[in-house]
């Protein structure tokens, strides 16, 4: 998709990525024991959650300035997802939960978010 077609946060890729994962992260944690519920079922919901959010309110706002920091936020956000799950594959190492396709669109979530912030910052930098 290329920049003229995207009108709203729902034409962004990432975004797109991003809500994939969430409900990869929902299925995940709902196979998590009852006792993670206030725990880490929580924290990764409210992490995965927090990231297609991030970019919706980036793009929203209207300004490439806000739009980047939003970014940054959302990006942010992908670390303490990704650390959580290294924690819950440790924990529930002897289950069947399969982290693998909330792995791979954690990464190309990751990935899309650094050359956004990358090519946002540039383009700022150039205006001065």
Do not use: C
């Given at each position: 998709?290329?920049?003229?077609?995207?009108?709203?946060?729902?034409?962004?890729?990432?975004?797109?990525?991003?809500?994939?994962?969430?409900?990869?992260?929902?299925?995940?944690?709902?196979?998590?024991?009852?006792?993670?519920?206030?725990?880490?079922?929580?924290?990764?919901?409210?992490?995965?959650?927090?990231?297609?959010?991030?970019?919706?309110?980036?793009?929203?706002?209207?300004?490439?300035?806000?739009?980047?920091?939003?970014?940054?936020?959302?990006?942010?956000?992908?670390?303490?997802?990704?650390?959580?799950?290294?924690i819950a594959?440790?924990?529930?190492?002897?289950?069947?939960?399969?982290?693998?396709?909330?792995?791979?669109?954690?990464l190309e979530?990751?990935k899309m978010?650094?050359?956004?912030?990358?090519?946002?910052?540039?383009?700022?930098?150039?205006?001065?």
């Amino acid at each position: 998709m290329t920049s003229s077609t995207i009108h709203t946060f729902r034409d962004l890729l990432v975004w797109q990525r991003a809500m994939q994962m969430v409900e990869e992260i929902y299925k995940i944690t709902g196979s998590f024991p009852r006792e993670e519920t206030l725990g880490l079922t929580n924290q990764m919901r409210r992490a995965a959650v927090s990231i297609p959010s991030h970019i919706a309110e980036g793009k929203r706002r209207g300004t490439k300035k806000e739009f980047t920091q939003f970014l940054r936020y959302a990006f942010g956000s992908t670390a303490e997802l990704d650390t959580q799950m290294e924690i819950a594959k440790g924990l529930h190492a002897n289950t069947v939960t399969d982290f693998k396709k909330a792995e791979a669109l954690l990464l190309e979530v990751i990935k899309m978010l650094s050359v956004m912030t990358r090519k946002e910052k540039t383009s700022s930098t150039k205006k001065k």
